[in-house]
């Protein structure tokens, strides 16, 4: 019997990790949304700007995806001494690999999000470790989708129960904060100040449960029995010899 990706196993796994590595992951993403938020406050203002805005919002999470999958492996392994410089430096060869694949896929998830959004909910699932991906497997950013997809192909179902109970938890977090930072004052300053809260806090939930998912499905991936091979073929039969 195949195996499937343990959704409780899945989340409990990332949230530990979450706890015991706060203090290397917060202030990475801290550092990085802070920017985003800049960017995004100046372009949010124009509609013919906002899909840029958008776009920068989807790369900046595939970087932190791509810079959390190290760390992760590391626990995996019993290593627990990641600092914030490794985080930023395990991107580095893969750093536009990641930015052309985040590209692409808020593009492709946009779209199908747009498309009665079922569509962007299939492929918001499986493309869901494309980060992992190019980071441990050294992929190309094109060539990462398939892999992603080859990946999660049987445990389709698991994968969207674990990216919608994360979308319900972002969703809940995302929504108290900004009512506390509207609350408090409207200005713009605030605003940017709460956004960055929000999304400090939340992606390290998001980027930990992609690369946990990488490595659960490519744990499975391994477990999976090889295929029988073919028997081999019977030898031909010798003619017959004269007169017999």
Do not use: C
């Amino acid at each position: 019997m195949n195996r499937k990706l343990d959704i409780g196993g899945t989340l409990s796994q990332a949230f530990s990790i979450y706890g015991s590595q706060a203090g290397v992951l917060l202030p990475v993403a801290f550092g990085l949304f802070l920017i985003v938020a800049v960017i995004n406050a100046v372009l949010a203002h124009s509609l013919i700007l906002f899909p840029l805005a958008l776009a920068v919002s989807v790369v900046a999470g595939t970087l932190y995806q791509g810079m959390v999958v190290g760390l992760v492996s590391d626990v995996q392994d019993g290593r627990r001494d990641s600092s914030v410089e490794d985080l930023v430096r395990a991107t580095g060869p893969v750093v536009l690999p990641l930015i052309g694949a985040g590209i692409l896929a808020g593009l492709g998830i946009g779209v199908g999000f747009l498309l009665l959004i079922v569509p962007g909910l299939i492929l918001l699932t499986i493309w869901s470790v494309i980060a992992p991906v190019i980071v441990v497997e050294r992929s190309g950013a094109v060539d990462a989708f398939g892999r992603s997809r080859a990946l999660v192909r049987g445990n389709g179902w698991q994968v969207f129960g674990v990216i919608l109970i994360v979308f319900i938890i972002v969703a809940v977090v995302q929504g108290i904060l900004g009512a506390i930072g509207s609350g408090i004052s409207g200005s713009l300053g605030v605003l940017i100040l709460f956004n960055v809260i929000s999304s400090t806090l939340t992606a390290p939930v998001v980027a930990l449960v992609a690369a946990v998912i990488y490595f659960g499905l490519r744990d499975i991936e391994g477990a999976q029995p090889a295929a029988p091979s073919s028997p081999p073929a019977a030898p031909p039969t010798p003619p017959a010899a004269p007169g017999s």
